[in-house]
């Protein structure tokens, strides 16, 4: 699998699971490349850290990382921090 079909697994798959999980709020897949690397970002919106937990389970900084995903890429963070969002701007045209 390649970095293109990793992001189409994250477009379709694992957009479908998330937007069936309760307090979910939207999603964002950052890519970079990184010489022979391509490194991703999943950048997650929930409600609350209780909607947080009812998708990753009791230990919401262990970061949930399909089995298809291990699959497929060659490293992962192991753990994952969650921040509140203070500010949203909006996109202007």
Same mark, same amino acid.
């Given at each position: ?19 069936? &999980? ?5 999603? /964002?897949? *950052?890519? =970079?490349? +990184? ?28 970061? &949930? ?5 291990? /699959?497929? *890429?060659? =490293?992962? +963070? ?16």
């Amino acid at each position: 699998m390649t970095a293109d079909d990793y992001q189409y697994h994250y477009e379709t798959d694992v957009a479908e699971h998330l937007q069936q &999980v309760a307090g979910f709020c939207g999603a /964002r897949l *950052l890519r =970079r490349n +990184d010489g022979d690397e391509v490194l991703f970002t999943s950048i997650t919106f929930f409600t609350s850290m209780d909607d947080v937990r009812a998708f990753a389970g009791e230990d919401p900084e262990r970061a &949930v990382v399909e089995d298809a995903a291990r /699959r497929v *890429l060659t =490293r992962w +963070d192991e753990r994952v921090t969650h921040d509140d969002v203070t500010v949203a701007l909006p996109a202007t045209s």
